[in-house]
């Protein structure tokens, strides 16, 4: 499966499509959040980190200022919001790839700061529908994410 979408009425389901893809994850794993400001890209992240075990008494909240936040988890995590990278030699400074493509799992809101729309992994964009509800379109640009989403639509909608 290359690409997938579904809409998510509210906050809760966008938070659960969040977690079942962070049970789901088995191996590392490069997740690119896109969309417009208040789209449900902290929402997603926040059930993924949920899913992928991160402590419920840990606030997960979007890394803005710092770029990224790591989390303790079954797999770790790397959170990385690019929205204000100034310069892309801030990613290497970080140590960017090294996170994005190691041992863990890598969320990256506002991967269009990365240039580079084909980056492997696995996409998704939030599109902001009305107050409540989000679309989100998934696209898978490598064997392991595309693995990764056939196995997220069963989960989300079993018996198709």
């Known amino acids: 499966m290359q690409s997938w979408t579904i809409v998510s009425v509210s906050e809760t389901q966008t938070l659960d499509i969040g977690m079942t ?10 997740i690119l959040l896109q969309g417009n400001l208040g789209a449900g890209k902290s929402v997603l ?6 899913g992928v075990g991160v402590d419920p008494a840990i606030p997960i ?24 990278l100034s310069d892309p030699d801030e ?12 041992i863990g799992v890598a969320l990256v809101e506002w991967p269009e700061k990365l240039e580079d ?34 196995r997220l639509a069963k989960h989300i909608l079993p018996g198709e």
């Open 45 to 50: 992240a926040r059930g993924v980190a949920r």
């Open 117 to 150: 729309d084909e980056v492997g992994g696995l996409w998704v964009e939030l599109v902001r529908l009305d107050s409540e509800r989000r679309q989100l379109n998934f696209r898978a640009t490598n064997d392991a994410s595309r693995n990764l989403l056939e």
């Open 91 to 102: 990613l290497i400074e970080l140590g960017f790839d090294y996170y994005a493509h190691g």
């Open 61 to 84: 909240t979007s890394p803005t200022f710092t770029l990224m936040n790591h989390y303790q988890a079954r797999l770790p995590l790397y959170h990385f919001d690019l929205y204000r």
């Open 21 to 30: 893809l962070g049970r789901l994850l088995e191996q590392p794993a490069l």
